[in-house]
């Protein structure tokens, strides 16, 4: 009788539901959030004061952030080295869970790294902080850490820009769409 064995990109998206949950709720009881965005309510700090500005921003910063790391993965031998790892671990995913799982963990850490962290320890802590979270603990694959430092310095400022998270949201978003979806598609 063969068994099987539940997708670790299953058990990904649960964690990632979690955490959007436990996130929004701190993010509701929090001020610090409140006050750095300058808003009235919880729902403020989402969509900042002008959500087409964050829709645009967003989809721009998201475009250059995929790009670069599209490149990184292809021109240098780290990031070659990381996407084939990447793809190992992703599998055959269905396009429709890479939607998912990018949709549900762009949310859940800009609302933990954006959101909760940067009002309370500022942008550049706030993106080391992201950075350490994006460690892979694989010889050589260091400057993957560093190069999520800094996307999340370019993430912080356009959160702070647009005085709330719906920039950010949407540039992780479609940094995490392109990298799962194009690694879907090269290991089918």
């Known amino acids: 009788m063969e068994t099987t064995h539940p997708s670790p990109l299953g058990r990904a998206a649960l964690v990632y539901a979690v955490a959007c949950v436990l996130a929004l709720l ?97 942008l550049v802590v706030s993106s080391i902080l992201f950075g350490l979270a994006h460690v892979i603990p694989r010889k050589g694959l260091w400057p993957w850490s560093l190069w999520a430092l800094l996307a999340g310095l370019c993430l912080g400022w356009v959160a702070l820009a647009t005085n709330g998270l719906l920039a950010s949201i949407l540039a992780h978003f479609t940094v995490n769409a392109v990298g799962l979806l194009l690694l879907a598609e090269r290991s089918d």
């Not at 750095?36 to 919880?42: I, M």
């Not at 396009?95 to 500022?122: C, H, K, N, Q, T």
């Open 26 to 122: 701190v993010l509701s009881r929090a001020q610090a959030p409140l006050e750095r965005f300058g808003a009235l309510h919880p729902g403020a700090v989402l969509l900042g004061r002008d959500p087409l500005a964050g829709l645009l921003w967003g989809l721009g910063l998201g475009g250059i952030l995929a790009g670069s790391s599209q490149a990184i993965s292809r021109w240098t031998p780290w990031g070659r080295r990381l996407s084939r790892l990447l793809a190992r671990i992703v599998g055959s995913l269905h396009p429709a869970d890479a939607l998912l799982l990018s949709a549900l963990s762009s949310f859940a850490e800009e609302i933990i790294f954006r959101g909760v962290i940067l009002p309370y320890l500022g």
